[in-house]
C-alpha cells in the first residue's frame, strides 16, 4: 500500500472515532469501531507477521538443494537444521500475530493471524499444536475463505506429520467445497504434493494439471510445468514432456529453470531420422559455447553422454561423462552421477570389474548419502572391493611364488627394474597431481577451461583437437593422479593458496604463482634420472615378499585357495556370473585337489551346472560329493531337500535339553547331566547346535575323568568342529589343561607303569610342517576304515611341543590287539605308502610310531617326554 493512501486510513479512522465521540447512534458507533480494529489489526501486527512468513518461506525456498536430475518436489524437504536457525523468526511471527488476535479478536484479520500461528507451528515441526489451530479457525470462523485456506494447511500438516489418511478425509471435504483460486491452487498442489510421497504419479500429474493454468508466473508457474514434464518424461510420454517444458520457457523463469527445460527437451525430441540426431548435437554444442552456461557444463556434458549412450555410442558417451566429471567444480552430486555412470557402464557393458571398482569408489566418495541409491551404490562398491581384492590376492601370490622359483641373478636384476619402474611412476603421478592442481586453480581463478573436444558428432567444432593420449581420456590416469594428489597434498580445498596450511601467510605469493605457471616440475627431477641408487631397504622390502620357505610358500597357496573360494561365491551370488563362478571353482578343485573348500564347491557345481540344464555334469559333481563326503551337510541336503527345516527343529529340541543339562552341570550334579546329553545327542544327533552340546559334554567327562581323557577329548572336539562358534572357547580350555599338565609334569618327572593287561592305544608322532598335518591325519582314518573297521577306531591329533604332533589311534581292548594293529601298519600295507608326494613336506618328518597302556598315556602326554618312553616300549614290547 502506497503511503498516502495508508494515511488517509487513519484520517478515517480518527474522524470515525470523532463521531463516535460526539454522540452519534451505536450504530455508528460500532461501525467505527469496526474499522479502527480491522484497520489496525491489518496494517499494524498481522502486517508484519505477514510479512515474517513469507521471509522465513523465502528462506526455505532458497535453502532446498534443487536436484534436477530427479522430478523436482512440489513442496521443499523439511530441514531440521534451517528450522532450528528459523526458530526466532518463527517464535516472532507468531508473538506478532497473537498481538493482532488479542487486540482485534473481532477483525476480520484475526482469522488469518490464526493461520500464520499454525504455519509457524506446522514450519517448526509442532504439529500437534498446529493442528488444534488450524481446527480453531475452521470451527470458529465465519469467513469460508479462511476456513478452506485453514483446512488446506491443515492437510499439508497432517501430511507432514505422517497422518495420511487425516490428510486424505481433509482432501475429500474440500473437493466438496467451492474454493476461490488461491485455495483451489494450493489444495491441488498439496493433493500433488501427497501423491508425490505416495509415489502415485498419475494422481499427480491430475493435480499438477489443475493446478498449473490457475498460477500466475510469480506464483511458481515454471516450476509446476516442469514437474509436468519431468513426470511426463519418466512415464514415457515425451510428447507431452516437451510441450510442457515448452511452457516453462513461456513463463519467464529465472535462468537455472530455463536452462534445464532447454537441456530436457533434447531428451524428449522426437528423433524420426538422422538429421533430427544431428540437430541435437548441434544444439549441445550451442548450449557449451554459451557463456551464460559455464556453470552448467557439468550437467550438459552429462546429458550428451545419455544421448551418446541412447544412441549405442559407448565411447564417445564414456568421453563425455569424463568431461563431466571435469568440469564439476564444487557440484559432488553431478559429479557422483558421472562417475556412477561410468562404473556402470564398465560393469554391464564390458564387465571390467577392476575399472568399475574404481568409478564407483570415487562415485561413493562424493555422493551425497541422501540419494534415493546411495545404498544400493554403496553395496555393489562393496561388492567390487571384495571382488577386487580377491582378484589382486591371486594375481599377487602367483607373481610372489613365480619369483621365487626365478634364477638369483635374474630376480635380481628384475628387482631393480621394478623399483625403477615405481621411480618413473611416482614422478608421472606427482605431474599429473601436479597439472591437475594447476588446471583446478585455474578455473577458480579464470573459469572455466575450454571444451577439449576437438569435434562433436554433427561435424561442428567445438575446440582445438587435443591428441588421443591426454590425459583426462584415460579413467586409469585420473585414478593415478588423483590418488597421488591426496597422499601429497591431501584432501585440499579448491581455494586460493589450496598449497598453504597457513593462509596468513602471504610473503613471496607472487613468486609461487609464476612457479604454478610453469609447465615444467623442477621440484620432481627428471623422470629418465637414473634410479640405480635406490636403497637396499626398498630392494629387501621387495624379497621380504617373496615366498621362499616352505612354510612362506604354504601360506601363499592358502591364500590363493582363499581368494578362488570367494571369488567363486561373489560371481555366483553377487555378480550372477554364473560361468565364471563355474570357471572359477574348478580352477579351485584342480589346483587344491584337497582343499577344505571341496564339499561346498562340488554342491555349488551341482547347483550351477543344475541351473544351466546339464545334467549329465550336474549328476557328476553331485555323485561325486555323495561319494566322498558323504556326512557333509551338503551331501545331506541333496539327500533330504528338507534337511536344514528338520535340522532346525532338532535344534530347538535339543537347545531345551541342553539348558536343563547346564543347569545341572553349574549344581555340580555331573552324573545326572551326563546321560541327559548322552541321549539327547543319541536322539537328535545332526543339527545346528549338536556342538555345543557335545562341548558341554567334554566339560562333564572332564570332571568324571583324567587329564587326558579331558584333553584328548577337547582335541577331538577341535578337530571335529574347526568352524564352530565355541570352538575357541575349547581351545582356550585345552591350553590352560595342557598348561596345568605341564607344571606337574616338571614336579614328579616321567615314571612309566609296567602293568600291561589293560586298554592299549597306538601312537604315531610326527613334525607338523607343510600339508604333512592334514594327509597323514586323512590317510590313517582312510586306513583305519579299510582294515580295522569292524573295531570302530577312532584317531585324534594332539599337540606336545616343538611342532611335534601324535595321532592317538584307539582303543584296543588289550595288549595283544593292539601289537597287531602295531605290526601291520608298519607292514606292506602301511598307510604311510598312500601319502602323495609332495614339496610341502619330507617322510622323514614322520620320527615314530608304538603302542601304549591307557595308564601310560596321560603319563606321556603330560611329560612330553617321547624318548624316554621309546626306551620303556623296546624294553618291555617284543615283536
Known amino acids: 500500500m502506497k503511503v498516502k493512501e495508508f494515511g488517509k486510513y487513519y484520517i478515517l479512522i480518527w474522524l470515525l472515532a470523532l463521531v463516535a465521540g460526539s454522540g452519534c447512534a451505536p ?105 488444534k489451530t488450524f481446527k480453531f479457525v475452521n470451527t470458529h470462523s465465519e469467513d469460508d475463505e479462511a476456513r478452506h485456506r485453514a483446512l488446506v494447511e491443515l492437510m499439508r500438516t497432517f501430511i507432514e506429520a505422517g497422518e495420511q489418511n487425516n490428510a486424505v478425509s481433509v482432501s475429500d471435504y474440500l473437493r466438496k467445497e467451492k474454493l476461490n483460486r488461491t485455495n483451489k491452487i494450493q489444495f491441488y498442489l498439496t493433493r500433488a504434493y501427497l501423491a508425490q510421497l505416495n509415489k502415485d504419479y498419475n494422481a499427480m500429474v491430475g493435480n499438477l494439471l489443475l493446478a498449473a493454468p490457475l498460477m500466475k508466473n510469480v506464483e511458481g508457474r515454471a516450476k509446476i510445468f516442469f514437474i509436468l514434464g519431468q513426470l511426463y518424461q519418466e512415464l514415457g510420454f515425451d510428447a507431452q514432456a516437451y510441450e510442457n517444458y515448452q511452457e516453462v520457457l513461456k513463463s519467464n523463469p529465472e535462468y537455472e529453470l530455463f536452462f534445464y527445460a532447454r537441456l530436457n527437451m533434447a531428451q524428449v525430441y522426437d528423433l524420426s531420422k538422422e538429421s533430427d540426431t544431428k540437430k541435437i548435437r548441434k544444439y549441445f554444442v550451442k548450449l557449451l559455447k554459451d557463456q551464460k552456461n559455464v556453470e552448467y557444463r557439468d550437467k550438459i556434458y552429462y546429458e550428451m553422454a545419455q544421448f551418446e549412450q541412447k544412441q549405442d555410442d559407448l565411447e564417445l558417451a564414456i568421453e563425455y561423462y569424463n568431461e563431466s566429471v571435469q568440469a564439476s567444480i564444487g557440484n559432488n552430486r553431478q559429479k557422483a552421477y558421472s562417475y556412477w555412470e561410468l562404473g556402470k557402464i564398465y560393469y554391464d557393458e564390458y564387465a571390467k570389474y577392476e575399472l568399475a571398482k574404481a568409478y564407483y569408489d570415487s562415485t561413493i566418495a562424493v555422493l551425497p548419502q541422501d540419494e534415493p541409491q546411495y545404498e544400493a551404490i554403496a553395496t555393489r562398491q562393496k561388492i567390487l572391493t571384495n571382488f577386487v581384492e580377491q582378484l589382486t590376492i591371486i594375481k599377487v601370490q602367483d607373481s610372489l611364488l613365480a619369483l621365487a622359483e626365478m634364477d638369483t ?77 591426496t597422499r601429497k597434498w591431501g584432501n585440499r580445498q579448491l581455494e586460493d593458496n589450496w598449497r598453504r596450511s597457513n593462509k596468513t601467510i602471504e610473503e613471496n605469493f607472487a613468486a609461487d604463482d609464476e612457479k604454478l605457471i610453469d609447465v615444467a616440475d623442477p621440484v620432481l627431477g627428471d623422470p629418465s634420472a637414473d634410479v640405480a641408487d635406490a636403497t637396499g631397504g626398498e630392494k629387501q622390502a621387495l624379497y621380504a615378499d617373496i615366498p621362499f620357505t616352505e612354510e612362506q610358500k604354504l601360506v601363499a597357496f592358502q591364500q590363493i585357495e582363499d581368494a578362488y573360494f570367494k571369488l567363486g561365491g561373489i560371481y555366483n551370488f553377487d555378480l550372477e556370473e554364473k560361468a565364471n563362478a563355474i570357471e572359477t571353482f574348478e580352477t579351485l578343485l584342480s589346483r587344491f585337489p584337497a582343499s577344505e573348500y571341496e564339499p561346498e564347491v562340488l554342491y555349488q557345481l551341482y547347483l550351477l551346472y543344475q541351473e544351466q540344464g546339464d545334467d549329465a555334469t550336474a549328476t557328476r559333481y553331485k555323485n561325486r560329493l555323495l561319494t566322498d563326503f558323504p556326512d557333509s551337510i551338503f551331501a545331506k ?198 601319502l602323495p608326494e609332495s614339496n610341502s613336506y619330507d617322510r622323514s618328518d614322520i620320527t615314530s610310531n608304538f603302542i601304549i597302556t591307557e595308564d601310560n598315556l596321560p603319563i606321556l602326554y603330560r611329560t612330553k617326554d617321547i624318548e624316554n618312553y621309546l626306551r620303556f616300549f623296546e624294553k618291555h614290547y617284543t615283536f
Open 27 to 131: 450504530e455508528a458507533t460500532g461501525l467505527a469501531s469496526n474499522v479502527y480494529h480491522n484497520t489496525t489489526a491489518r496494517y499494524n501486527a498481522y502486517f508484519y507477521a505477514r510479512l515474517q512468513m513469507e521471509e522465513i518461506q523465502q528462506a526455505i525456498a532458497e535453502n532446498e538443494e534443487v536436484n534436477y536430475n530427479k522430478t523436482l518436489r512440489v513442496f521443499p524437504e523439511p530441514d531440521t537444521n534451517l528450522i532450528n536457525g528459523l526458530s526466532e523468526q518463527l517464535d516472532d511471527c507468531i508473538k506478532k500475530a497473537s498481538v493482532a488476535i488479542e487486540r482485534h479478536p473481532n477483525s476480520r484479520w484475526a482469522d488469518d493471524s490464526y493461520i500464520l500461528v499454525g504455519q509457524s507451528r506446522s514450519i517448526n515441526q509442532n504439529y500437534g499444536d498446529a493442528i
Open 409 to 485: 641373478l635374474k630376480l635380481s636384476a628384475y628387482l631393480d627394474e621394478v623399483l625403477a619402474e615405481q621411480k618413473q611412476q611416482q614422478q608421472a603421478e606427482e605431474r599429473l597431481a601436479n597439472r591437475q592442481a594447476r588446471r583446478q586453480r585455474a578455473v577458480s581463478q579464470f573459469g572455466a577451461a575450454p571444451n577439449p573436444f576437438a569435434t562433436v558428432p554433427g561435424g561442428e567444432s567445438v575446440t582445438a583437437a587435443v591428441g588421443e593420449n591426454w590425459y583426462f581420456y584415460s579413467p586409469a590416469a585420473i585414478s593415478q593422479g588423483q590418488t597421488a594428489f
Open 637 to 834: 541336503v541333496i539327500r533330504n531337500p528338507n534337511y536344514r527345516e528338520e535340522s532346525n527343529m532338532a535344534s530347538a529340541q535339543l537347545q531345551k535339553i541342553y539348558e536343563e543339562a547346564y543347569r545341572l552341570y553349574q549344581k555340580g550334579a555331573y552324573q545326572q547331566a551326563e546321560p541327559l546329553v548322552q541321549t539327547a545327542l543319541q536322539q537328535y544327533d545332526d543339527n545346528d547346535f549338536v556342538d555345543n552340546m557335545k562341548l558341554l559334554q567334554v566339560l562333564i567327562s572332564g570332571k568324571l575323568s583324567s587329564q587326558y581323557e579331558y584333553q584328548f577329548a577337547l582335541q577331538s572336539f577341535i578337530d571335529e568342529y574347526p568352524e564352530s562358534e565355541v570352538t575357541p572357547y575349547a581351545q582356550e580350555l585345552l591350553t590352560a589343561a595342557q598348561g596345568f599338565e605341564e607344571k606337574l609334569a616338571a614336579q614328579q618327572g616321567a615314571k612309566f607303569i609296567p602293568e600291561f593287561n589293560e586298554k592299549h592305544s597306538f601312537i604315531l608322532v610326527y613334525n607338523s610342517k607343510g600339508r604333512l598335518s592334514t594327509e597323514l591325519p586323512r590317510v590313517v582314518d582312510a586306513y583305519n576304515a579299510e582294515y580295522f573297521a569292524e573295531a570302530q577306531l577312532r584317531s585324534a591329533n594332539l599337540m606336545l611341543e616343538d611342532g611335534q604332533v601324535m595321532i592317538i589311534v584307539e582303543e584296543f581292548p588289550d595288549q595283544s590287539t593292539a601289537q597287531r594293529y602295531f605290526e601291520e601298519f608298519n607292514s606292506d600295507i602301511s598307510p604311510l605308502n598312500n
